[in-house]
């Protein structure tokens, strides 16, 4: 099984500013990585796929990178409504999702 | 717009078969360029893949959950089925069907379903 693991487990970030994600895989997987948001009493929504590829209507705020084991989803300027639960989920070898991450308002 | 909606029972017995089904509206469930999946979400807690499904009928399970699980797909209802059985207490959750993305292998999550609560209690 392919381990994904996920830091901070929650990032306190004013709006504004940049956030950081980081996903670790436990091997490698490619570039076969997506993001997700879940805000509360919601589905997850897919923000970004094969790595760095946004979601159709997903706004330009939002990016991502990395390849192998190592990614990051990056928020550039934080809004109301990107604070929320974000997961990363591999699918090079079956599926697997990271802990999540948790954006909190500092 | 695609939508997908779960159904089933929300109260389930310990040892019994959870048994849920997903209908898809504004799209075809018998496309070549997609899966169609079940993902699970404790209370509290992340997400976890059950498994997917091919129009064809062809299916991937998590490994973990294999000797439990059985999708199934009506193309003719453009529903697909999750069956659970035994479950226990863990398996307390909100269930999400999701449409999945066909490439080379298993792709990602693109359009999800609202979710369904499912408790597992006597």
């Known amino acids: 099984e392919t381990v994904m693991t996920q830091s901070p487990a929650t990032l306190s970030v004013s709006a504004g500013e940049r956030a950081t994600l980081s996903c670790r895989a436990s091997q490698s997987v490619g570039d076969n990585l997506a993001w997700y948001q879940q805000r509360p009493g919601q589905a997850p929504r897919l923000l970004i796929y094969?790595?760095?590829t946004r979601a159709t209507g997903i706004p330009a705020r939002f990016s991502g990178s990395g390849s192998g084991t190592e990614f990051t989803l990056t928020i550039s300027s934080l809004q109301s409504e990107d604070f929320a639960v974000y997961y990363c989920?591999?699918?090079?070898?079956?599926?697997?999702f990271g802990q999540g991450t948790k954006v909190e308002i500092k | 717009q695609l939508q997908l909606q779960e159904s089933g029972p929300g109260l389930v017995k310990p040892s019994e078969t959870l048994s849920l089904t997903c209908t898809v509206s504004g799209g075809s469930i018998s496309s070549s360029s997609y899966y169609w999946g079940w993902i699970r979400q404790p209370p509290g807690k992340g997400l976890e893949w059950i498994g997917s499904i091919y129009y064809s009928g062809s299916t991937y399970y998590n490994p973990s959950l294999k000797s439990r699980v059985t999708i199934s797909v009506d193309t003719s209802k453009k529903q697909f089925s999750l069956k659970l059985s035994s479950v226990t207490a863990a398996d307390t959750g909100v269930f999400y069907c999701?449409?999945?993305?066909?490439?080379?292998?298993?792709?990602?999550?693109?359009?999800w379903g609202q979710g369904t609560l499912v408790t597992v209690s006597s």
């Open positions: 094969g790595a760095s």
């Open positions: 989920q591999q699918y090079r070898n079956w599926l697997t």
């Open positions: 999701a449409r999945q993305s066909k490439g080379l292998r298993l792709g990602e999550l693109d359009y």
